[in-house]
């Protein structure tokens, strides 16, 4: 059976045009969504209150629009922000620097300080330091065998009591000296070391020629006859009774040289002199 050709008013034959259906159908959604917001618009104007969500699901929509029109799907991502706690730094204390007292330092004896020759072998005794003593308080009343430098002059001096800077004896000697102290006195010396005079002597009391310095007669040395030899010019020596050095019995400056007798118990000073015993 063969198609059947209309024709117009006017007898013109009409061609028939074959209807876009998806364009039609793409209206058809825009009416319906244009309609649905025109319907909400009037429900928000009569309730101007009212906060809830339009109840048209516009996913179906927009659904269907990609069906028809083959659009891509668009996707939100999501970000979550974590908050992170900054990490707050301790104050730490200054550390206090403890002030720490210096260590005392002992004194030391120079090489050259004279030594000590003891009456008993290997015996113990007390080494008293430089400084100012009170006697019957931190010494024993007696006699001190003080030992300085053989290079250098040494300074003792003896105070009456009650009157530490008085003077009642006092020198400078070279090597070693001896001195009596009695109760309530003060000793001061400068350099070397003490020790106590009635236990110990100098070892230069064995040396021959005799150096220079104090000798206790018939301890030290033996009582008798003594050549003594200027060794600067001028020589210089003294005997006394007892090792207070406020009695002279005997002394003489010379040059050149000179003799001396000396007898036990008595003390003999020599400066700037060496002595040798004489037969």
């Not at 290079?151 to 000296?177: E, K, L």
């Not at 001061?188 to 005079?197: C, D, K, L, Q, R």
């Amino acid at each position: 059976m063969g198609k059947q050709q209309l024709f117009d008013e006017n007898g013109q034959p009409v061609t028939l045009k074959r209807r876009n259906w998806p364009g039609v159908v793409i209206g058809l959604l825009l009416v319906v969504i244009i309609g649905q917001a025109m319907n909400s618009q009037a429900k928000i104007n009569e309730e101007p209150m009212q906060t809830s969500e339009p109840t048209t699901d516009l996913s179906d929509t927009i659904a269907a629009v990609d069906a028809t029109e083959n659009t891509s799907e668009i996707s939100v991502e999501s970000t979550t922000v974590v908050a992170t706690t900054v990490p707050t730094t301790a104050a730490t204390a200054t550390p206090t620097t403890v002030p720490t007292k210096a260590p005392t330092i002992a004194p030391t004896i120079a090489p050259t300080t004279q030594t000590i020759a003891t009456t008993e072998a290997e015996e113990e005794t007390e080494i008293i330091g430089p400084g100012t003593y009170k006697i019957g308080v931190d010494l024993a009343p007696g006699l001190y065998l003080i030992l300085g430098s053989t290079t250098s002059s040494t300074y003792f001096q003896i105070s009456p009591p009650n009157a530490p800077s008085d003077i009642s004896a006092n020198g400078n000697f070279y090597n070693h000296q001896y001195v009596e102290v009695m109760e309530n006195e003060y000793l001061t010396f400068s350099g070397g070391y003490a020790v106590n005079g009635n236990d110990f002597g100098p070892s230069a009391a064995d040396e021959t020629p005799l150096v220079e310095g104090m000798y206790e007669v018939g301890k030290d040395i033996p009582a008798g006859e003594y050549k003594l030899t200027a060794t600067s010019g001028m020589g210089y020596y003294a005997v006394y009774g007892y090792a207070r050095h406020d009695e002279i019995e005997e002394n003489e400056i010379f040059t050149a040289n000179t003799y001396v007798i000396v007898y036990d118990g008595q003390f003999l000073i020599m400066s700037g002199c060496e002595a040798v015993g004489v037969q």
